[in-house]
């Protein structure tokens, strides 16, 4: 363990050592000067000397090699897909989704803080030891039809996460990262031959906002821009945080941003809580139902409101044509899906979205034949309008 970790409190000492003597060798990395190797799976890309871990906590270099999480989870329950805050994949299907330790941020408003946030908290908590057959065959036995990657940042494990849906891609399971997108090319190439879906949080409007998080905000919309051009079925949630990222100019510029990606791209504007460190009241039911309006008005086609009651209505899948109510929902589960086919049930418009099995295949075949270089990094602007 480094010196800058034996300053830990004990159970954070205990949880970490616990973690590492689980590791596995990590294909995430490269070598750098002497020893010392440099992290490739989160877009700090940190020069780790033998004995030491990355920001992320998990991974880390031991004898010269680089070693990240494996083997094990953290949480994993079986409940509808939504509660992903994922609309277009598999409406009113069960998830399993799992969890591990960690994250590349600090956010203060962290639903999961006690995950993702374990190794820098006072914390009880302990890994479960898994293998992805055992996960998965739960997965199936509970009737799930997605398996998603959630709860801390997926990708400081991606060697893991990529283990557990090759076995789940076995079954014909669709699979989903929920990700802060804080990440890299080579992580998402990785993940890439058995990943479906990657729902992105695009946390903050600016490079300065971002940094109060821990990162930075050219990873993300990198990442948000390559994920969409390599073929993944994408959806974008922003949590709308009083202080951080209540901003209606920028916010507006976000939605053009994503107009100029992709039209159909689902975007989640969803209402922060007072949680973990963060005590301000939500953002009020009228500022984001303006901000869903202006997305809609800039050409965004589906655009959601989610953690405020009164806006329950705009929790629905809506055909961009007709307007007729597609998918309904309420508190994140679906009550009515009137899908034919993906096709609106009234002007039989087709709705983007892998809407089944079926849909998931048929965009798998055609992400085939896609290969973006890893060095051509696509661009998204803010503040072009």
């Known amino acids: 363990m480094s010196a800058a970790r034996r300053a830990l409190p004990l159970a954070v000492e205990r949880l970490s050592t616990e973690l590492d003597?689980?590791?596995?060798?990590?294909?995430?990395?490269?070598?750098?000067?002497?020893?010392?190797?440099?992290c490739l799976a989160c877009a700090h890309r940190c020069k780790l000397k033998p004995g030491q871990h990355g920001l992320c906590g998990v991974r880390f270099n031991r004898d010269g090699e680089l070693y990240a999480p494996f083997g094990y989870v953290s949480r994993r329950y079986v409940r509808p897909v939504e509660t992903n805050t994922i609309f277009h994949v598999h409406p009113g299907?069960?998830?399993l989704t799992f969890g591990m330790y960690g994250c590349d941020l600090r956010c203060p408003y962290c639903?999961?803080?006690?995950l993702s946030q374990a190794l820098r908290e006072e914390t009880t908590e302990g890994p479960t030891a898994m293998t992805p057959e055992a996960l998965v065959a739960e997965a199936i036995e509970a009737g799930a039809e997605v398996v998603c990657a959630a709860y801390n940042e997926p990708l400081i494990a991606a060697e893991w996460v990529r283990a557990i849906f090759t076995e789940a891609r076995k079954h014909?399971?669709?699979?989903?990262?929920?990700?802060?997108?804080?990440s890299t090319a080579e992580a998402l190439?990785?993940?890439?031959?058995?990943?479906?879906?990657?729902?992105?949080?695009?946390?903050a409007l600016d490079d300065k906002s971002y940094r109060t998080l821990g990162g930075r905000i050219e990873p993300v919309l990198e990442t948000l821009a390559r994920a969409h051009a390599m073929g993944f079925w994408v959806e974008v949630v922003t949590l709308v945080v009083p202080g951080l990222n209540d901003d209606v100019h920028g916010l507006r510029e976000l939605a053009s941003a994503l107009v100029r990606l992709d039209p159909d791209l689902p975007w989640h504007l969803n209402a922060a809580q007072p949680r973990y460190r963060h005590e301000a009241p939500?953002?009020?039911?009228?500022?984001?139902?303006?901000?869903?309006?202006?997305?809609?008005?800039?050409?965004?086609?589906?655009?959601?409101?989610?953690?405020?009651?009164?806006?329950?209505?705009?929790?629905?899948?809506?055909?961009?044509?007709?307007?007729?109510?597609?998918?309904?929902?309420?508190?994140?589960?679906?009550?009515?899906n009137r899908?034919?086919?993906?096709?609106?049930?009234?002007?039989?418009?087709?709705?983007?979205?892998?809407?089944?099995?079926?849909?998931?295949a048929h965009?798998?075949?055609?992400?085939?034949?896609?290969?973006?270089?890893?060095e051509e990094a696509p661009k998204i602007a803010l503040g072009m309008e």
């Not at 003597?21 to 440099?38: D, M, N, S, T, V």
């Not at 075949?365 to 890893?374: D, E, H, N």
């Open 172 to 182: 014909g399971l669709t699979t989903a990262i929920i990700t802060d997108g804080n």
């Open 363 to 374: 965009r798998r075949a055609q992400r085939g034949q896609l290969s973006p270089s890893v």
């Open 93 to 95: 299907a069960l998830a």
């Open 282 to 336: 939500p953002p009020s039911t009228e500022f984001l139902l303006s901000v869903a309006g202006a997305a809609y008005i800039r050409g965004l086609r589906h655009v959601y409101v989610g953690n405020v009651p009164a806006a329950s209505a705009l929790a629905h899948t809506r055909c961009p044509e007709c307007h007729s109510v597609a998918v309904r929902r309420m508190d994140f589960r679906t009550t009515g």
């Open 111 to 114: 639903h999961n803080w006690y």
């Open 189 to 203: 190439e990785h993940v890439r031959p058995v990943t479906d879906v990657v729902r992105i949080d695009l946390k």
């Open 21 to 38: 003597a689980r590791a596995a060798r990590a294909e995430l990395g490269e070598p750098a000067a002497g020893e010392a190797i440099r």
């Open 339 to 360: 899908l034919d086919q993906g096709r609106c049930p009234e002007c039989a418009t087709p709705l983007a979205g892998l809407w089944d099995a079926r849909h998931a």
